[in-house]
């Protein structure tokens, strides 16, 4: 029987993050041709993740430039995989979560009547501006793919209130096989800075922050926030690896640069963020992805958004949703930097979003559906 062609897409720092593991699993099947091919949407930034897991992808689309619009990217990308599609015809792609690239990546894969699958699917606010425009392309993904795979059961749910009942599979997500695979007591960080800082005498809160819906006011209050919480809080270190995006480096400078204890930082690469995570004292951010990896690492997270796709951290009570006001985000984080109690009830390692095993189901899930396997893998049940 001919091998299964399986064409994996990817563009930005998160999905890089969250599919090199899987395309190595995919590699690893003999029932299985596993091919590559990264829209570099984003550019140093997706380099590092494919330097650090020795990632080598046959197409590489390079559409990213300095600010561009939501439109250009979206419409560089359907170009541009469609003279992919065309060249390498896989059996099915697969997508990673609610980018532009991710969106595009499965609408250009439905015109060329290729199976989609979505990895990460089934995440919702349901609201179609928040996080924007995130909720509306993973929405839209949804529809586009016959493979849905979801790292939770609400997950799961999520998808079924939208009609959707076939070809899903709970898988848990990604990232936490890749955090298996970073984290180390022995790491060394190239910034020396990071090696002989007092880890336990300071307490470093890692931040980050990038969202497009938080550009503007929000954006302004969040670092006016950060700025205050440094000022009074001498005994607290905060580290910032900056995201590239300009709007972004302009705000955290224009607030952030001077202040004694703040230290804006170029981003680091997977393996340094992962492991300062671990050696963190509270995560303060946007990100999606940090929302899955601090829980995991038993750190206390602050939610830089007025809603979540995650909420099964914020149910379990080691995430939560600070919002993008002033008052509030200083009132929650004095409280964790001045109140034991309220920190140790946050600071519990729990494993909602995976258990290492996610890629392995999801390779799995491809071969039952191709009728390559007999059984469907079994479901991830939060742990
Ligand atoms: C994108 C995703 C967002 C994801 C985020 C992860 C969309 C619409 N948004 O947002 O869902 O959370 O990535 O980080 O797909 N830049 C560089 N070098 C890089 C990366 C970015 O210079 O390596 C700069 C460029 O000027 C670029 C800008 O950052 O135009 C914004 O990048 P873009 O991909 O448009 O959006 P993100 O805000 O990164
Ligand atoms: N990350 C990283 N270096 C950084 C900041 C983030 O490697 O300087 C990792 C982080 O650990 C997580 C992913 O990038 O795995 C999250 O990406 P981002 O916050 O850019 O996007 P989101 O998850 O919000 O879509």
Not at 89 to 104: E, K
Request: hydrophobic share 40%; charged share 25%.
């Amino acid at each position: 029987m001919d091998k299964l062609k399986v064409m994996t897409i990817f563009g930005t720092r998160p999905e890089a993050i969250k599919m090199a593991p899987l395309v190595k699993e995919l590699e690893s099947r003999p029932e299985i041709e596993s091919c590559c091919c990264v829209t570099a949407q984003h550019r140093q930034m997706l380099d590092t993740v494919l330097d650090i897991f020795k990632l080598e992808p046959q197409f590489d689309l390079d559409v990213m430039e300095d600010r561009q619009t939501l439109s250009t990217i979206t419409s560089k990308c359907l170009l541009g995989l469609e003279k992919v599609f065309q060249q390498v015809r896989p059996d099915l792609v697969l997508v990673h979560g609610d980018t532009s690239t991710t969106f595009a990546g499965a609408l250009a894969a439905f015109y060329q009547q290729i199976a989609v699958g979505h990895v990460e699917a089934g995440l919702r606010t349901w609201d179609r501006y928040s996080p924007f425009p995130e909720e509306m392309n993973r929405s839209m993904v949804g529809r586009l793919a016959e493979l849905h795979f979801c790292p939770t059961q609400a997950n799961r749910r999520n998808l079924e209130a939208e009609g959707v009942t076939k070809g899903l599979f709970v898988t848990g997500n990604t990232v936490i096989d890749a955090l298996r695979t970073t984290v180390r007591e022995d790491f060394t960080f190239a910034q020396d800075g990071l090696n002989t800082l007092d880890y336990d005498g300071k307490r470093v809160i890692l931040v980050t922050c990038h969202r497009r819906e938080n550009y503007g006011r929000p954006m302004e209050d969040i670092m006016s926030a950060l700025a205050h919480i440094a000022r009074t809080h001498p005994s607290a270190e905060l580290i910032y690896p900056v995201h590239l995006s300009p709007v972004v480096q302009e705000c955290a400078r224009r607030h952030l640069d001077g202040i004694g204890n703040v230290r804006l930082i170029a981003p680091l690469d997977v393996e340094e963020m992962h492991n300062l995570m671990a050696r963190s004292y509270l995560v303060m951010t946007d990100s999606g992805g940090l929302q899955e990896e601090a829980p995991a690492l038993g750190k206390p997270v602050l939610v830089l958004r007025r809603e979540t796709e995650r909420p099964e951290a914020v149910q379990a009570g080691t995430v939560e949703l600070a919002g993008v006001e002033y008052e509030r985000i200083v009132e929650l984080a004095d409280e964790l930097l001045a109140d034991p109690d309220a920190y140790a009830k946050m600071a519990r390692a729990i494993n909602p979003y995976g258990d290492g095993g996610a890629c392995r189901r999801i390779a799995d899930g491809i071969l039952y559906h191709f009728g390559r396997r007999a059984a469907p893998p079994e479901e991830f049940e939060s742990c």
